[in-house]
């Protein structure tokens, strides 16, 4: 199919995609109509015949093992290895429990302001004697530098390193290095995928870690409150029985997996989603007044951004209202964050950078009003 009919047939399967400029992936991502469907097909199911006949278990176990295989297939893995979860922080949860803890015993978490070290800190919390240590503001994009610092600091009774595959301003971490070092010091290496799996090509096999997680609602675009596990060396295998998960969620979260791999095409989805990444952020960088924080090189999908003179919460409200941007907030840099998917357009994508050049060149006290329409026979403030 030539490219601009691909595109237009993809955007059609995204009815979210007409709502604005959809930029909020790397919060959550547009729902595909057949994943929609098939939710509310088995969610009927439910509601006509019930949940409590003996066939129902095994048809919930069913739709588990189809979602673990769709996972599987995006990462290039065995099924076997994949342990189906209630959402990303969940699997990363259990990766860190699955570690036998002893008092004196340390966790090193990448990324003070990572999700993932969130998750560390709720789970170092609720372990007597476990330290958490944590490296400040890797320095994203110089892999040497955030190897060296990863590697000073470990510690001899670090147990676990836990680290985002892609951090939360956008930079690929180098994991395969960062698993090295720490496998070196005899340490295990968890590493959240949240941002990576579904955005950029991911072969789990390869990147040297002990444990991968992920969650459904981002870049693979499934519903919320369910993820994924994947554990090396048969460590930790295993799924909690399909009772324990909503079923509509899981049927939609492999339907979703399946759409992305089997319908739009995963070599498709990366190397578009790299081209129209790369050439936003060289769009905002060239703009007066944008500080990009983003680096350049190792870039993932995912664009933090500041506007100079601006509030991010304020930007980000401007931007809704004149151009209909759908983005995020990164609170702790006070910058607007903006997920850029294969879904979008180039044209979306301009029209997104004149708005922000448009703030850019204003404060929000100096700031032309937005147009109004007038309306003939209507008295407008």
């Known amino acids: 199919m030539p490219d601009a009919e691909k595109v237009a047939a993809v955007r059609q399967a995204l009815p979210a995609l007409s709502a604005g400029i959809y930029l909020a992936t790397g919060e959550v991502g547009p729902l595909p109509a057949e994943t929609a469907v098939a939710m509310d097909e088995y969610a009927g199911r439910e509601l006509r015949t019930g949940r409590g006949h003996p066939d129902d278990v095994e048809a919930?176990?069913?739709?588990?093992?189809?979602?673990?295989?769709?996972?599987?297939?995006?990462?290039?893995?065995?099924?076997?290895?994949i342990t189906l979860t209630h959402g990303g922080s969940d699997?990363?949860?259990?990766?860190?429990?699955?570690?036998?803890?002893?008092?004196?015993d340390r966790l090193l978490a990448v990324g003070s302001h990572e999700p993932a070290t969130a998750v560390a800190r709720t789970a170092v919390a609720n372990r007597t004697g476990v330290v958490l240590d944590e490296v400040d503001s890797p320095q994203v994009g110089d892999e040497?530098?955030?190897?060296?610092?990863?590697?000073?600091?470990?510690?001899?009774?670090?147990?676990?390193?836990?680290?985002?595959?892609?951090?939360?301003?956008?930079g690929r971490l180098p994991v395969q290095r960062i698993a090295a070092t720490a496998h070196d010091r005899g340490a295990l290496v968890a590493v959240d995928g949240a941002q990576a799996v579904g955005a950029i090509g991911v072969v789990v096999d390869e990147t040297?870690?002990?444990?991968?997680?992920?969650?459904?609602?981002?870049?693979?675009?499934?519903?919320?409150?369910?993820?994924?596990?994947?554990?090396?060396?048969?460590?930790?295998?295993?799924?909690?029985g399909p009772i324990d998960f909503h079923k509509p969620s899981v049927v939609g979260f492999a339907r979703s997996c399946g759409w992305l791999s089997m319908y739009v095409g995963l070599p498709w989805i990366h190397e578009r989603g790299a081209a129209l990444a790369g050439w936003t952020a060289d769009r905002l960088a060239a703009i007066d007044g944008i500080e990009l924080l983003t680096p350049r090189s190792g870039?993932?999908?995912?664009?933090?951004?500041?506007?100079?003179?601006?509030?991010?919460?304020?930007a980000l409200a401007e931007l809704g209202s004149r151009v209909f941007a759908i983005a995020g907030l990164?609170?702790?840099?006070?910058?607007?964050?903006?997920?850029?998917?294969?879904?979008?357009?180039?044209?979306?994508?301009?029209?997104?950078?004149?708005?922000?050049?448009?703030?850019?060149?204003h404060t929000p006290a100096t700031l032309p009003p937005k147009p109004h329409l007038a309306i003939l026979g209507q008295d407008l403030p």
């Open 330 to 361: 990164l609170p702790p840099a006070d910058a607007i964050r903006i997920g850029v998917g294969f879904f979008s357009t180039e044209d979306e994508l301009e029209r997104f950078a004149r708005a922000v050049e448009l703030l850019a060149r």
């Open 208 to 240: 040297g870690a002990d444990f991968y997680a992920t969650g459904g609602e981002k870049w693979l675009l499934g519903p919320e409150g369910i993820g994924a596990l994947w554990t090396g060396s048969g460590r930790g295998r295993g799924d909690a």
């Open 91 to 104: 699997a990363l949860r259990r990766a860190i429990e699955t570690v036998e803890w002893q008092p004196g």
């Open 60 to 81: 919930g176990r069913e739709r588990v093992d189809e979602a673990r295989a769709g996972v599987a297939a995006l990462l290039a893995t065995d099924v076997d290895a």
């Open 144 to 170: 040497d530098a955030t190897v060296a610092a990863v590697a000073a600091a470990l510690a001899p009774s670090s147990r676990l390193v836990v680290l985002p595959h892609v951090a939360a301003t956008g």
């Open 299 to 314: 870039a993932a999908t995912l664009l933090a951004f500041r506007i100079s003179g601006w509030p991010a919460e304020a």
